[in-house]
C-alpha cells in the first residue's frame, strides 16, 4: 500500500470514528453516571413489565382454570386459589 493510500485510509478512519462518537449511543456509555442512570431506569422497566406480564397471564389462566367444569380436581384446586388471591371484600 502506498503511503498516499493510507493516509486516505486513515482519514476515512478518522471520519468514521467522529460519525461513532456522535451517536447517543456512545455518548451515554461514556459518562459513568449516565450510565447507571440509563441502567437503573432500564432495570426498573424490565422489573416492572415482568411483574405486570406475569400478572395478567397468570390471573388469565387461573381464570380459564376455574371455568373448567368437567374436571372437578383441576376447577375446584383453581377456584381455591383465586379465592386465596382475590382481596377481602371481592370485587
Known amino acids: 500500500m502506498d503511503t498516499e493510500e493510507l ?3 486513515i ?8 460519525r461513532l462518537n456522535s ?3 456512545i455518548r ?7 450510565l447507571i442512570l440509563f441502567q437503573l ?11 405486570l406480564g406475569a400478572t395478567v397471564v397468570l390471573s388469565i389462566v387461573l381464570w ?3 371455568q373448567i367444569n368437567f374436571i372437578p380436581v383441576i376447577g375446584d384446586w383453581a377456584t381455591q386459589l383465586l379465592e386465596a388471591i382475590e382481596p377481602p371484600g371481592g370485587t
Do not use: C, K, M
Request: net charge positive; aromatic share 8%.
Open 7 to 9: 493516509s486516505i485510509e
Open 11 to 18: 482519514a476515512r478512519l478518522r471520519v468514521e470514528v467522529s
Open 23 to 25: 451517536l447517543r449511543f
Open 28 to 34: 451515554v456509555h461514556n459518562s459513568v453516571p449516565r
Open 41 to 51: 431506569y432500564r432495570g426498573v422497566a424490565f422489573g416492572l413489565g415482568t411483574v
Open 64 to 66: 380459564s382454570l376455574s
